[in-house]
């Protein structure tokens, strides 16, 4: 019978069976055999909300958090197979983040506030500590819980957390100790092995290994090209080693994190829409195409020149992070604490430059990143009704990136003039965050940060330095409603770093560009100023619990590309792509989270997120080639879905010696656009996610499956330049999607 009413749950067309789901299979799975209440859970829904986080970087319920954030734990994400950062963003609301040209380019989108250019706006942190080129990478069932801060955090986390953060929490060997070996198995010869190991030296020292590897073939064939390679392969090797350790008599406490992470991947599954496809602004210059974009049935690349360059084909990436913290309990008053991260990264990215099975050329990327981060922080309680956090941050980071173009024939590429750059990073901040209890019910929160960063670049024979400094407070009201009920207000500011245009550090352009050279060497920080309202609760049960949060933003100085022509010494003319700070725009949107344990065996969960964000008085130089007009008010801000959505339920039964667990849930994305045009579109993305999973003594068997409205869809896209009319006609990338698949995954706990 759950069989039959599970595949009726299946047929359901994703978009159109959205709420459906959610009455016909609660219903269908409510109205089953009633079993005894025993508690199968591992958490029940009242435990969940009484987990502890350091989202404030001060220990306290998940219920009462007064921001907007969404918690999955190690254990949702082994019951929901969720292993990387993509498939988490689909259980959070006002959260994506897709594939979008390999690795290196992807970025996440928090609340409508999207990449239109620049570093990235969501920051990604492992145990609080920033994290930079290794989320995509990360086999993210191996963390205690992973968290999505929702919002700018700049007065507590820094830099590039200009609209939220995510952050990964390890496990303390001290309180939870792992030793298993699992292994699974799927589609396009997927294969993951993980060995883990933990060991208890003494009551004072633990130890855990974490061993792991996942690779799967490429299932794109290069079908128009030279036929070298299949597209979309991933091998991945990685280690983890945690320490955590005590020293009683000193009232001493901590851990040590080490991550290694090695990547090896083909070319990933990219192609190119030519302009033959073109379809609007036939007369202008450029042309475009307006509509959904669509997904071709075959792609092609060149990749047998690339054997003629030296490197790897593809994809590689080599991570190293040691992150350590110590905890200093002064007094039962104040705490000590200090947080350290080292990391290094080998980066080098070699492909076939031009997305297409034109022989036009091939892109060669080398980049070395090392990043030094320190942080001081001392917590107090001064009475009952206030205690406060100051601390001082330092963080350096140095890039050292080489690229190159290679050019016909393929036999013997012809290299372009070399680009190098060195790029460094000091960020110097104060921090204090002081709360202070009103009354009973109430409580104020007031934080700042103040930073000082000065960013340098040495590029060829140009070289630069520039220092910014930002001033970003936060202040939020809390009311305990009752115990079960929490009411929020916030009002906070984010910025997003500014930054050099090396390119126009020129000396060949003329004295009559001089000043709009000066004018555009640098680009300015980005500000976002955030209000928020939002409320927390739970059923006086316990067994219904909600998150419900409105918001609106104002983004300022936003960073836009723009092309300018500079006039050179010689008489010739020159254009160059640069970023500069032309523009605002407005965010508003809303948030809400319910989840629901309906019996001891049966619960369910939905999600829904809504934030439009569109320009105001802005204007870019594509627009005016385009349309003649620069000014795109109104417009949506690029690469931003406006809806997200999920849907699932959970029921659990036994049998004999087993505990059985189905999952199933619909997620949905809505469209969104390639450029500020709002003319090209991708299409919405739409998903069903089925699981079952049996547990019996030291023994964990599942199945799961992950089925897209459309296998082979588009992930992102971006508008290029069309080789066959050397790049003087518009043209699309389009970064394809992972297949369709089923994994069968069995997992042995020592």
């Not at 040209?101 to 999207?114: I, M, N, S």
């Not at 989320?135 to 993210?140: A, G, P, Y």
Request: glycine share 6%; hydrophobic share 35%; charged share 20%.
């Amino acid at each position: 019978m759950f069989l039959s009413n599970l595949a009726r749950c299946r047929c359901i067309h994703p978009l159109a069976g959205f709420l459906f789901l959610g009455t016909t299979c609660v219903h269908a799975y409510a109205n089953m055999n009633q079993f005894d209440d025993d508690e199968l859970f591992s958490l029940s829904l009242e435990e969940l909300l009484m987990v502890e986080v350091e989202t404030r970087k001060t220990k306290e319920n998940l219920a009462v958090v007064p921001l907007s954030n969404t918690l999955i734990t190690h254990h949702q994400m082994q019951q929901h197979n969720i292993s990387s950062i993509y498939e988490l963003a689909e259980f959070v609301p006002n959260f994506s983040y897709r594939r979008s040209f390999g690795k290196l380019q992807e970025r996440g989108v928090t609340r409508g506030v999207a990449n239109v250019t620049g570093e990235n706006v969501t920051g990604v942190f492992i145990d609080g500590m920033a994290v930079n080129g290794l989320i995509n990478s990360l086999d993210l069932s191996q963390f205690k819980y992973a968290e999505v801060v929702r919002g700018p955090q700049a007065t507590l986390y820094g830099r590039s957390t200009f609209a939220g953060a995510v952050n990964l929490t390890t496990g303390n060997p001290l309180e939870q100790l792992n030793t298993s070996a699992s292994v699974s198995i799927g589609q396009e010869q997927r294969i993951r092995t993980t060995i883990q190991f933990g060991h208890k030296i003494s009551e004072q020292l633990a130890l855990q290994f974490t061993a792991s590897t996942r690779q799967k073939s490429g299932e794109y064939n290069n079908a128009l090209g030279d036929g070298a390679g299949s597209l979309n392969e991933q091998k991945n090797q990685s280690l983890s080693i945690i320490s955590g350790f005590k020293i009683d008599e000193f009232a001493l406490d901590g851990k040590i994190t080490f991550i290694h992470s090695n990547d090896d991947d083909s070319p990933y599954a990219t192609t190119l829409q030519l302009s033959d496809k073109n379809n609007c602004f036939l007369d202008a210059g450029r042309q475009y195409f307006c509509g959904q974009l669509e997904a071709p049935n075959t792609i092609g690349y060149n990749n047998l020149g690339l054997s003629n360059i030296n490197g790897d084909v593809g994809y590689q990436n080599t991570f190293n992070l040691l992150n350590s913290h110590l905890n200093f309990k002064v007094n039962e008053s104040h705490t000590l604490k200090l947080n350290n991260s080292f990391s290094e990264q080998q980066q080098a990215y070699l492909v076939d430059g031009d997305y297409s099975s034109v022989e036009f050329y091939w892109a060669d990327n080398q980049l070395d990143r090392d990043s030094v981060t320190a942080e001081l922080q001392w917590a107090s309680t001064w009475s009952d009704s206030l205690n406060s956090l100051i601390g001082v941050f330092y963080q350096t980071n140095e890039t050292f990136n080489v690229s190159n173009a290679y050019y016909p024939p393929s036999q013997s590429p012809t290299p372009s003039p070399l680009r190098d750059e060195h790029l460094k990073l000091e960020n110097l901040a104060l921090f204090s965050s002081v709360t202070y209890q009103l009354d009973s019910q109430s409580d104020i929160i007031a934080d700042l940060r103040i930073a000082e960063e000065t960013v340098s670049f040495d590029h060829q024979v140009q070289s630069g330095q520039q220092t910014f400094n930002t001033l970003s407070p936060k202040l939020t009201y809390r009311y305990a409603y009752d115990e079960k009920t929490n009411v929020y207000a916030s009002i906070s500011n984010g910025t997003k770093p500014g930054g050099f245009n090396p390119s126009i550090w020129n000396d060949a352009l003329n004295g009559a560009n001089q000043l709009i050279r000066d004018r555009y060497r640098t680009f300015d920080q980005e500000s976002l100023w955030q209000s928020e309202i939002g409320i927390k609760g739970r059923s006086a049960s316990n067994k219904l619990s909600y998150s419900l949060n409105v918001f609106v933003a104002q983004w300022d100085d936003l960073q836009t590309s723009q092309s300018i022509t500079f006039d050179l010494n010689d008489g010739s003319t020159k254009s160059e792509g640069i970023v500069s700070n032309s523009g605002e725009a407005d965010t508003h949107g809303v948030e809400l989270e319910v989840k629901q344990q309906h019996t001891s065996r049966l619960n369910s969960w939905w999600h829904i997120g809504y934030a439009h964000t569109e320009f105001v008085d802005s204007e870019t130089s594509a627009q005016k080639e385009l349309t003649g007009v620069g000014s795109i008010n109104g417009n949506q801000i690029p690469n931003s879905p406006e809806l997200t959505g999920a849907l699932g339920v959970q029921y659990q039964t036994s049998h004999a010696q087993w505990h059985i667990r189905y999952n199933s849930s619909i997620h949905h994305e809505s469209a969104r656009f390639v450029a500020e045009h709002n003319l090209a579109e991708v299409p919405a993305i739409n998903k069903l996610r089925l699981g079952i999973t049996a547990d019996m003594s030291n023994w964990n068997v599942s199945l799961h499956t992950t089925i897209a409205e459309h296998s082979n869809h588009i992930e992102s896209a971006a508008r290029l330049g069309d080789p066959t009319t050397f790049f003087r006609l518009r043209a699309f990338g389009l970064s394809l999607s992972d297949s369709n698949f089923t994994e069968l995954t069995i997992k042995y706990q020592f």
